[in-house]
């Protein structure tokens, strides 16, 4: 059974950090595309930052381009995201993400939000 547990969310004033993870339990396809996703209230939820470490390629929305890193420890088979110079506009509840890519996806079918597997979310809230 397949289980994504996030953790390290919080609460930060703008400007602040913050670090992300996910664990994969269970998970043991080679070929994916791991991502964090976030969900701000009363909007759709919207990809952030996806990796697929068989490729080599990592793809980023706009919002957080030069901010956000994503990054993976295959040896703890856990997902990261490193949040900085956090902004009020990235409050939201963040989840983690995987599915199967074969190859890898173009950035609109990376961000997508059509992915198999999710974690049940962590709360981020930045502060002004």
């Known amino acids: 059974q397949v289980q994504l547990v996030e953790s390290g969310g919080g609460s930060v004033q703008a400007g602040g950090s913050l670090r992300l993870s996910c664990a994969f339990i269970g998970y043991t396809y080679s070929w994916s595309c791991m991502a964090w996703f976030r969900q701000a209230p009363g909007k759709e939820r919207e990809g952030v930052a996806v990796m697929h470490p068989s490729g080599g390629n990592t793809y980023y929305a706009d919002s957080v381009k030069g901010r956000f890193t994503i990054s993976q420890d295959n040896a703890k088979n856990t997902l990261y995201l490193q949040m900085n110079s956090l902004k009020p506009e990235d409050t939201a509840v963040y989840y983690c993400?995987?599915?199967?890519?074969?190859?890898?996806?173009?950035?609109?079918?990376?961000?997508?939000?059509?992915?198999?597997?999710w974690g049940q979310g962590t709360q981020v809230t930045v502060s002004s």
């Open positions: 993400a995987a599915k199967v890519c074969l190859q890898p996806p173009t950035t609109i079918q990376a961000l997508d939000v059509n992915y198999y597997y």
